[in-house]
Every structure is written in C-alpha cells, then in structure tokens.
C-alpha cells in the first residue's frame, strides 16, 4: 500500500437507473446535472484516478469525463478485469482455441424490452432474451481462489 495515495468514495445511486433508461448520450441535461452533483466535491480534490466501480458507469463515461477534466483518467473495472482474466488464461494456457461463434443467451430478471432496448445502444445481442424469475433459483455459494 502507498501511504501517499488518498482515497475517496462517492456513491453515485441515480447513476444505475439512468444508464438502464437510456440517458447515457452526452448532451443529456438531467445525467450531466446529477453527475456534476455527485463529482464536483471529486473534481475539487484533485483526483487523478477515478475507478469506475460498477458496470453500468463505463456507458456515461464520457460525461463522467467532462465533468472530471482532462487531468483525470477513469478505470473501468470491467475491462479491467477482463484483461487480467484474459492475461492469466494465457499464461496458463486456458484460452478457448476454436474459432467457432458461441451462442448467447440473455436472462434477465427485469423487463424484457427495456434490457433489449437498453442492451442494443452497446451489445450485439444477437440471441433471444428471456425473463426469469430469480426466486425460483436457490441461493448460490461461490468462492475465488
């Protein structure tokens, strides 16, 4: 641990369910207005990192930039996570080797239609999208090692 670094949290609740509403385009008043609300005290620290910790913040991130200024970079954990994944299939020689398209399937516990609306602007979704109902499922242990 560097002793030098200060770290800050910011909840960011309204974020969620503008993204799944599909205000994410830059021009939009009401997502620039609440990012600036939830931000500036950010901006006015002087971070120069900022870590995007959730999926859904990487989709305005581009007002999340604006709002931050150009001395600031943002980590989008996704991806990150998504390279170190990648980089230690590698290593270990775990990487599916076939060319072969898989098939997708989305499940959702939600609205169809929003997620299929919503998932369009930035997946190519390319299979059916199905609602479950999540209460229908036991609970799930699950450990990394």
């Not at 002793?3 to 021009?27: A, H, K, M, W």
């Not at 072969?100 to 190519?124: C, H, T």
């Amino acid at each position: 641990w560097e002793p030098s670094v200060e770290i800050y949290t910011q909840d960011c609740p309204l974020f969620v369910p503008l993204v799944e509403n599909g205000f994410i385009r830059r021009d939009e008043t009401v997502t620039h207005l609440i990012a600036e609300k939830y931000l500036s005290s950010l901006r006015d620290k002087g971070v120069d990192t900022l870590i995007l910790g959730c999926t859904h913040y990487p989709l305005i991130s581009h007002i999340i930039a604006d709002i931050m200024g150009e001395g600031v970079s943002l980590i989008d954990t996704g991806r990150e996570a998504a390279l170190w994944a990648s980089e230690i299939l590698t290593k270990k020689h775990l990487l599916n080797s076939q060319s072969a398209q898989g098939r997708r399937e989305f499940f959702v516990s939600d609205e169809v239609d929003s997620f299929s609306a919503i998932g369009a602007m930035f997946l190519d979704l390319g299979g059916p999208v199905r609602h479950i109902d999540i209460e229908q499922y036991p609970p799930v242990s699950v450990a990394c090692l």
